[in-house]
């Protein structure tokens, strides 16, 4: 890799960090209507579309999309044969419903709107290097590929990403980009295992069959259970019941409950041991009468991690201090970089921005630090690149 001092000598690429300076507005214009198509997990088809449009629009070549709606978009190197090539990719689907009213307001540097920050922004600053890299003639010399990716969110299971690393392989270098996380670089991805836990019982009419076993009670204290596991702080080690649903009418002793239930750890062997603790814990459920618990694992984030040591973690950091970042935040996350971490691949998870509230209908983006993201974006992938 080439040193940030260096890449940042070149003139162009001087020229490029005081453009973005003066490029926000346009930033935001362009995060706002990315933001505007829906695009829940599974359905981003229709920003897909657009996505496939402007990559084409601002000078990329080979665009294309695949059958998951990954969007895929070639700015060329100079010398591509002799350099691996640079993955930059932001996830372009979001935890929210396709009906969900994706109304912006705007206060100051602030923008508010359903994922405006995660991942609007992510997304729009791909369009935006892109057209810049064009725009200022600057050529990297291995190939960049601009990738905005699907199945992030939710129980996407990371499946956009897994089949871009499946494309490009072990060679090449991955930056993946979130719209918030300004300041804080991600090169341990943590483990996250999700399950589907459903309890059967006889059920019955609240009245008349009183006293006969409920999905739903039995599921509340499966719940419970859970709650009283005792977790270490460290490695962080989390649990959370995200959705429940079950039964019939108000009067019905139900028959039939579920939730879907996320586990999470730092630590892969941490992680084991507590699917192992709720695994007991489900057993205890099914050894009593009259209650059938199934437990089927509905998710996968594997986990993995490169030292803070390796060059690329190296730069992201050295880039984030030369454009002026106070802090320096090294931090483990579940990203679409879980997928090239865990297979050892060379990958680190950078934010453009600072934002706040995420998976909120009040969520926003706060647009103060997105010249400062760009240009460490930049730099970053110049050094990997090579210029």
Not at 81 to 90: D, K, L, Q, R
Not at 268 to 283: G, Q
């Amino acid at each position: 890799m080439i040193p940030i001092e260096t890449v940042a000598q070149n003139g162009r690429v001087q020229a490029a960090l005081e453009h973005f300076s003066h490029a926000i507005p346009k930033l935001v214009e362009q995060t706002i209507a990315i933001q505007q198509i829906p695009a829940p997990t599974f359905a981003e088809a229709k920003r897909a579309a657009y996505l496939e449009s402007r990559f084409g629009e601002v000078g990329l070549v080979d665009v294309s999309r695949d059958e998951l709606e990954n969007v895929y978009g070639r700015f060329p190197g100079s010398a591509p044969h002799g350099n691996p090539p640079v993955i930059i990719s932001a996830h372009s689907d979001t935890v929210f419903p396709a009906t969900t009213d994706l109304t912006v307001r705007r206060d100051g540097h602030l923008t508010h709107g359903p994922g405006i920050g995660d991942n609007s922004t992510g997304v729009a600053g791909l369009v935006v290097l892109a057209q810049t890299l064009r725009d200022l003639e600057i050529r990297p010399l291995a190939d960049i590929w601009f990738v905005s990716n699907v199945c992030e969110e939710g129980l996407g299971d990371l499946r956009g990403m897994r089949a871009v690393v499946e494309r490009f392989g072990g060679n090449a270098v991955y930056l993946v980009v979130e719209g918030g996380l300004f300041g804080q670089i991600s090169h341990q991805a943590i483990g996250v295992n999700r399950y589907e836990i459903t309890i059967h019982t006889p059920g019955g009419h609240s009245w008349g069959n009183f006293g006969q076993r409920s999905a739903i009670h039995e599921l509340g204290r499966l719940i419970a259970a859970i709650d009283k596991m005792q977790l270490p702080l460290k490695p962080k080690t989390t649990y959370n019941v995200g959705i429940i649903e079950g039964g019939t009418s108000i009067n019905t002793i139900a028959q039939t409950a579920k939730m879907l239930l996320d586990l999470r750890s730092e630590d892969p062997h941490r992680l084991a041991i507590l699917v192992s603790e709720v695994e007991k814990l489900v057993m205890n459920r099914q050894r009593m009468r009259d209650v059938t618990v199934e437990m089927k694992q509905i998710g996968n984030r594997p986990p993995g991690q490169i030292a803070r040591d390796t060059p690329l973690v190296q730069q992201a950091a050295t880039a984030l201090r030369f454009v002026g970042s106070t802090k320096v935040n090294f931090i483990a996350s579940s990203t679409d970089a879980n997928i090239p971490l865990s297979q050892g691949y060379t990958a680190v998870c950078i934010g453009l921005t600072e934002s706040g509230n995420a998976h909120r209908l009040d969520e926003y983006m706060d647009s103060s630090h997105l010249a400062q993201g760009m240009s460490q974006l930049l730099l970053l992938a110049l050094s990997a690149a090579g210029i």
